[in-house]
């Protein structure tokens, strides 16, 4: 397809079909670390092609909607991280660990007994199901290395940069995977940069570095202030994005929407596009197309139209389908309205 001005997007997940997922269950609790096969509606047996479905299903409404970069919408995920994050060597699946989520919870976590390393792709099948049912641009998910490694007991590394750097290697190997099966472009979601801001610049960034050692391809951070069905206090701007400047990605992918974000700091990332947050996910009221283009028109002094990809502020992933499917559609249509400004 030909690419034009303000290209949408998802930052990752759509909600999934409650026929696939519990998503009473799902909503009430924090997002899992450790498998939570629990929370499946399907046998085991009839599982993978029921994902196949529910993937079909969020494929078609992100074209519905509008969208020019599609993704898989995470239907295979119980969340955005831990089918990643529970397929590596070092984690001792049968006794999980402890750590506090960023809100100051306690969750189980993956507890690393041995050295991290990833023993075989991951998603790269994911991919290849997307790239096989669309013909638009499409972007696949990775948890990052500083996320993963917040996410975990470690019971194994001396230095904690030490295990984000082994993270780090399983992430990069994971999207040279990626691209390999067809993805155009591929996001390392980093929420926990934001939520732990001094680690994420003692060895996150060099972790995130490594990360993206020698790829190529086009490649996007996203990082955020944690879903908005989960935490609802929202600071009024970012505690870590300026030091994003210096890793080696295309895209950077941040909330604009909830926070009403002062998009000024947009000017500290001016060699980066920006996926911005235009949907506020907290509400289960739709935006109308002209909202939608008023958020993005804020972004405008900041950065320059060819660098912006409106997008929901995070995942999809809690909301109501047809809330979820009314989004999607107001964010195509706002991108529109201020595209044919620009045009």
Same mark, same amino acid.
Not at 30 to 52: G, H, I, K, M, S
Not at 53 to 58: E, F, N, S
Not at 125 to 147: E, H, Q, S, W, Y
Not at 232 to 244: A, I, V
């Given at each position: 397809?030909?690419?034009?001005?303000?290209?949408?997007?998802?930052?990752?997940?759509?909600?999934?079909?409650?026929?696939?997922?519990? #998503?009473?269950?799902?909503?009430?609790?924090?997002?899992?670390?450790v498998r939570a096969t629990e929370l499946w509606r399907?046998? +085991?047996?009839?599982?993978?092609?029921?994902?196949?479905?529910?993937?079909?299903?969020?494929?078609?409404?992100? $074209?519905?909607?509008?969208?020019?970069?599609?993704?898989?919408?995470?239907?295979?995920?119980?969340?955005?991280?831990?089918?990643?994050?529970?397929? /590596?060597?070092?984690?001792?699946?049968?006794?999980?660990?402890?750590? /506090?989520? #960023?809100?100051?919870?306690?969750?189980?976590?993956?507890?690393?007994?041995?050295?991290?390393?990833?023993?075989?792709?991951?998603?790269?099948?994911?991919?290849?199901?997307?790239?096989?049912?669309?013909?638009?641009?499409?972007?696949?998910?990775?948890?990052?290395?500083?996320?993963?490694?917040?996410?975990?007991?470690?019971?194994?590394?001396?230095?904690?940069?030490?295990?984000?750097?082994?993270?780090?290697?399983?992430?990069? $190997?994971?999207?040279?995977?990626?691209?390999?099966?067809?993805?155009?472009?591929?996001?390392?979601?980093?929420?926990?940069?934001?939520?732990?801001?001094?680690?994420?610049?003692?060895?996150?960034?060099?972790?995130?570095?490594?990360?993206?050692?020698?790829?190529?391809?086009?490649?996007?951070?996203?990082?955020?202030?944690?879903?908005?069905?989960?935490?609802?206090?929202?600071?009024?701007?970012?505690?870590?994005?300026?030091?994003?400047?210096?890793?080696?990605?295309?895209?950077?992918?941040? *909330?604009?929407?909830?926070?009403?974000?002062?998009?000024?700091?947009?000017?500290?990332? +001016? *060699?980066?596009?920006?996926?911005?947050?235009?949907?506020? /996910?907290?509400?289960?009221?739709?935006?109308?197309?002209?909202?939608?283009?008023?958020?993005?028109?804020?972004?405008?002094?900041?950065?320059?139209?060819?660098?912006?990809?409106?997008?929901?502020?995070?995942?999809?992933?809690? /909301?109501?389908?047809?809330?979820?499917?009314?989004?999607?559609?107001?964010?195509?249509?706002?991108?529109?309205?201020?595209?044919?400004?620009?045009?």
């Amino acid at each position: 397809m030909t690419q034009h001005l303000f290209p949408t997007s998802l930052v990752g997940s759509y909600a999934q079909p409650d026929w696939l997922i519990d #998503r009473q269950k799902l909503a009430g609790r924090f997002p899992p670390r450790v498998r939570a096969t629990e929370l499946w509606r399907v046998d +085991p047996e009839y599982l993978e092609q029921a994902q196949n479905d529910a993937t079909l299903i969020a494929i078609r409404d992100q $074209e519905r909607a509008g969208l020019d970069i599609i993704t898989d919408g995470e239907m295979r995920r119980e969340s955005y991280s831990n089918r990643f994050a529970t397929a /590596l060597e070092g984690v001792d699946l049968d006794n999980p660990g402890t750590a /506090l989520d #960023r809100s100051g919870h306690p969750n189980p976590v993956p507890r690393v007994t041995g050295r991290i390393r990833r023993m075989h792709a991951v998603e790269a099948d994911d991919v290849r199901f997307l790239r096989a049912n669309t013909d638009r641009r499409i972007k696949i998910t990775v948890p990052g290395p500083f996320t993963m490694s917040q996410q975990a007991q470690n019971d194994w590394y001396d230095d904690p940069g030490e295990m984000a750097q082994d993270y780090a290697a399983a992430v990069n $190997e994971e999207i040279r995977d990626l691209f390999a099966a067809g993805a155009d472009i591929v996001q390392i979601d980093e929420p926990y940069m934001q939520a732990r801001p001094d680690p994420a610049r003692a060895y996150g960034v060099a972790a995130l570095q490594r990360a993206l050692e020698g790829v190529e391809g086009e490649t996007a951070v996203h990082i955020c202030f944690g879903y908005a069905a989960i935490i609802h206090e929202r600071p009024e701007g970012y505690s870590f994005l300026p030091e994003l400047a210096a890793v080696p990605c295309d895209c950077v992918s941040i *909330e604009t929407a909830q926070s009403n974000l002062d998009c000024s700091i947009l000017e500290t990332l +001016p *060699e980066k596009k920006i996926i911005l947050g235009v949907l506020d /996910l907290s509400t289960h009221e739709v935006e109308t197309a002209e909202t939608v283009a008023a958020r993005i028109r804020r972004a405008l002094p900041h950065a320059d139209a060819a660098r912006i990809v409106p997008a929901p502020d995070c995942g999809l992933k809690y /909301l109501p389908r047809d809330v979820a499917f009314g989004k999607m559609k107001a964010l195509a249509d706002g991108a529109a309205i201020v595209r044919a400004e620009a045009s």
